[in-house]
């Protein structure tokens, strides 16, 4: 993974959130307060402002570059949430391997793991809680056992996808417990969490992008 594959996953991550605005839109609306797209936009449109700055760096300061900017522009909840994840990676990935860019599949799915730690840390939440965690707790989970297992990347992201889609799908009949939907008590049971669907688009993407061989 380099500072220009990290380009590419957010151009394709800027592209599927955008195509996304409707249902992204619509759930926050059911159950928060209707801006979790305008968020995402906001954080996908100023990435992509960085892109040739990024080109410029190692993939762990690349990250760390995109959680910092995602700090000072993605408003709500989900913004410092979204920036804790890239600044723990980037960090994970320094203290596994400062000097080149060139990590293994158990390097990148530790870095990951470390970053979703990073937003339940930060969030004080749980699995469970009807949030962005359904989907990133258990992809975390099996990213990790799939690169202990040896698993080709291919696999992985096949595996991956499916278990996005199924943590997205349990937040349907989940009490909100966390963030805005938390006061509706069982009015949010039915409905998906936004932040759960957002992460499923996004690593639906960047898993896609890994099947098309990149
Ligand atoms: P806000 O809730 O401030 O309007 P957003 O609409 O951008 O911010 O983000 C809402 C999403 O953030 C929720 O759908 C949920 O997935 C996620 N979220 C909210 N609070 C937490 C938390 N404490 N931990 C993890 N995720 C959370
Ligand atoms: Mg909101």
């Known amino acids: 993974m380099n500072s220009s594959e990290i380009n590419d996953y957010a151009a394709a991550i800027r592209e599927a959130i ?6 992204i839109e619509c759930l926050d609306r059911e159950i928060g307060d209707g801006d979790h797209y305008i968020n995402m936009k906001r954080g996908c449109e100023a990435i992509a402002g960085l ?15 995109i959680g910092m900017k995602l700090l000072s ?23 596994n391997d400062a000097s080149s860019d060139t ?4 390097h990148i799915a530790l870095a990951f793991e470390t970053g979703v730690q990073a937003i339940m840390q930060r969030g004080k939440a749980q699995a469970g809680e009807k949030t962005m965690l359904d989907v990133l707790i258990p992809v975390a ?7 202990e297992q040896g698993q080709s990347s291919k696999d992985i992201a096949t595996t991956l996808k499916n278990i996005a889609s199924d ?6 009949d989940m009490l909100a417990t966390k963030g805005r939907a938390s006061g509706l008590g069982e009015r949010a049971i ?3 969490d936004a932040g759960a669907k957002s992460c499923e688009v996004m690593i639906h993407t960047v898993c896609d992008l890994v099947l ?3």
Do not use: C, W, Y
């Open 141 to 147: 989970t099996a990213f990790k056992q799939l690169a």
């Open 167 to 172: 943590g997205l799908e349990s937040t349907r």
């Open 18 to 23: 955008l195509a996304h605005e409707a249902d």
């Open 212 to 214: 098309a061989g990149q």
């Open 51 to 65: 892109a040739d700055e990024l080109s410029t760096l190692s993939s762990a300061d690349a990250l760390n570059k």
């Open 73 to 95: 522009t993605i408003g709500g909840a989900s913004g410092p949430l979204f920036a804790s994840f890239f600044m723990s990676m980037s960090k994970s990935l320094k203290v």
């Open 190 to 192: 039915g409905h998906l």
């Open 103 to 106: 990590f293994s599949r158990l």
